[in-house]
């Protein structure tokens, strides 16, 4: 997955993303306004008007910790999510 | 997130389902990963050798790839991931191949007449029909199925029905007022009655004075698949496209 940071401050962030859409990144956006620290966070499919035909942009801003390690936080958590989820749907199915 | 999921019917490649304590924007991505990122295994390429039809040779290629076939991701790799990269090997690749002639009578040549290579891979149901054939015409090819996800091609997309709403409750003394309610809901006792054996009639199914409100952390899924997959399985793949993104972004970010 090719992550690039477009610009980075002590308590906000802009990440690209690349080759991602709509399904990881709600569900992500999601996942970062559930920590805590996360003060804001959102992201547009379609920056500068490209007709989606760049890569998503992903706008994090937190309350007094490291934005990065929220997205990474965030990720870890969706990733032991989706696991919890997928083994309750083997058994319950 | 702590879910609970219950089943409500289901029977191969049909399921319906209740999430609960889930959000809207998980099931949402569950949602999407079925339809665009589950791969499934389709007819790519196609030699033709033979085609003395009434159908162009591309009409008849599109038409083939779209016949849903059983996936194996056990056996395949998707080709961008293959260790050939790309280039086609038999661990990314299977050969179909299809032969018939209409000797001196009308034939229809049917999904069924595709002969896999693999005998793990066929074509999910048999009687589809491809085309018709005259007396004396035929059709001769060999085609490439590879696996493909939705989100390049519908004829990747496994899920001919993936969708969700929220679970609608049954309340105490919530005064009626639908007359007419649809799907499932929950009953006072905590089980979920799917409306359609009623006709959807709320008075046959509920007393007079119970009325609804909708569950915010729970919805009830419900799924279909083309036959590439059980749909059980399509839904467990789409967990974990999810889980495999997220652990990937984990692990870029990290570094």
Redesign the interface.
Known sequence: MNVTILSKEDSSVEVEIGGQDHTLLNVLKDSLLRLEDVEAATYDMNPEQSGSKTDPILYVETVDSDPLDAIEEAANNLQEDAESFEEEVRAAL | ???????IE?DGRR?A?V?RG??P??V???R??ML??VPTMAIDTVDVYENTSVIFDEVLSLRLGLVPLTTDLEGYELPEECSCEGEGCTGCEVSVLLDVEAEDEDTTVYSGDLEVEDPEIEPAQDGIPIIDLKPDQAVVLEATARLGRG?DHAKNQGATAAAYKHLYRAVEDGGGGEDVLRGYVETLDGDVVDMSEYDGRVSEAFDDDVGFETVDDAFVFEVESDGSYE??QM??EA??S??E??????D???T
């Open positions: 997130m702590e879910f609970e999921v219950e089943n289901g399921a389902f999430v889930a959000t924007a998980f949402n991505g569950v999407r990963a665009a990122d989100r749909a059980e839904v467990s967990a974990l999810l889980s993104r997220a652990e990937e972004l984990a870029t970010i990290a």
